[in-house]
């Protein structure tokens, strides 16, 4: 699995952005993105998702589940 | 010395005047503000002037409308939202809503990179002489976004020498961005300071991020507080000025701020600044939605009395939005959005700006002098109370006169006047009253409501109707003065006032308390 951020949600802070260990969140049109090839739910990084510590607006950075779970 | 810090090469021979500095607000604070402390005075910062503090000092905040409120009647200031992130979450926040008909604190309608920033800046000083300083204040936090923030004030440190510098923040990430600061002369740096108890702190923010954690509950108030308390003393040392902006919660911190202002007093603060709680349910804010409500004029004012003995109170701070353009109580970012700086002709001219201030300064000069002879007109009265105060509202456009229409005005300053002094406290935002020459007359309670604790309103000019009205509720509506500076008018009224009691025309009755903010709209 990957995280995902929830576009009517994203205030397009970019708090996420600069946190990711894998440079998988970039910017498009206002609001942010996850690349999910490149997000590994900081596993192996630090024990929580930084997206989710740092994004002002609950329930915004949320596990994504068309993708298969993450193995470091 | 301005010039001499200027024309320093980046990173070179900046501590020996900043280190000049230090000692003397290291002796400023020590004797409160300057000269003489207690009760009545002017407090320095709000109202002070050249006489009451270093000269070093006076030079740094002189242009600076934030810190000096003599200032504030002349001198614009511009906000550029290049700072969107945040590192902690309040409970009067909310970064979901965003309204560009809205007022207040972190709303911005459009963000910026450093570069249109910088543009920006420059088309602002080219149109707006006036415009002295240029802060960054959000809609984060200005330390949460170091890299953006620095780029700006890097390039402005280049191009726009003149320009004030000041950076508005949490805190939390301060210690480990104070020899930055320090590196693009950035002299003025608001910190928001709510508490000194992280107890009362777990009530305001429920969580801080820190070392890439979520860190909740009285944990994460008390890292913030020990963050706060050590990058305001590190300013301190390096004679950086500090302002303290503290939010007003009544029930939660309204007595705790005085405790407050202890603090960081002790830690050399320049000016504390404590506003009210801005709090609705349409925000979506964590207290508009539970329901907790601000103070009421009075309320406020009894806590900034209480801070006031020796201490330096900003009390003309109009809660501006974070890409604020223009006077303090007006802004005109509309004329300044990206796509008009597109095409706009910008001719940065130093002169010019230099010009336009030395003319303020001869404005100053005069504003100065009326006052003066105003107070040496009060006269002694048998059977009137010498130590009597009352509260007066003002129009004003600006240059400190009495110059609006009272149907034109969309805040009111007041002013506390007494036979020796008339003092500048607060101002109250009311709706536009008069639009296109008729008065909406369902908005005059409201106005009414604003500054139901005055006496009187100094206007320019008042139509007929508003004016029995007011009438009728107590306040006296006066256009006698119209164009005279405003604290000579104010003096002058309070002279006559006096003398009215005096003869026993009239009787001097005590006013109730008023609201502080009506609604939300933009002007300002």
Sequence with gaps: ?72 | MENALQDAAPGQSRLKPLDGIKVEIAGQTSSGCGSTGGEGKASCGSSAGPDDMPAEIWDKVKNHPCYSEEAHHHFARMHVAVAPACNIQCNYCNRKYDCSNESRPGVVSQKLTPEQAVKKVLAVASEIPQMTVLGIAGPGDSLANPMKTFDTMRMLHETAPDIKLCISTNGLALPEQVDEICKYNIDHVTITINMVDPEVGAKIYPWIFWNHKRITGVEASRILHEQQMKGLEMLTERGVLTKINSVLIPGINDEHLIEVNREVKKRGAFLHNIMPLISEPEHGTVFGLTGQRGPSAQELKEVQDACMGGANLMRHCRQCRADAVGLLGEDRSDEFTLDKIEDMEIVYDLEKRRAYQEKVEAERVSQHQAKVDALAAALDLENVDPSMKVLVAVATEGHGKVNQHFGHATEFQIFEVSKDEALFVGHRRVDLYCQGGFGEDEQLPSIVNAINDCHAVLVAKIGACPRDELKAAGIEPVDEYAHEFIEKAALSWFNNYRQRIANGEIKHQARGDAAIRQGAFKAA
């Design chain 1, 1 to 72: 699995m990957a995280y995902k951020i929830v576009g009517s949600q994203c205030t397009g802070c970019s708090a996420c952005e600069p946190e990711c260990p894998n440079q998988a969140i970039y910017e498009k049109n206002g609001v942010f993105f996850i690349k999910p090839e490149k997000c590994t739910e900081c596993i192996g990084h630090f024990d929580e998702a930084q997206c989710v510590a740092a994004c002002p607006v609950d329930n915004t950075c949320i596990i994504d589940t068309a993708y298969p779970r993450y193995e470091a």
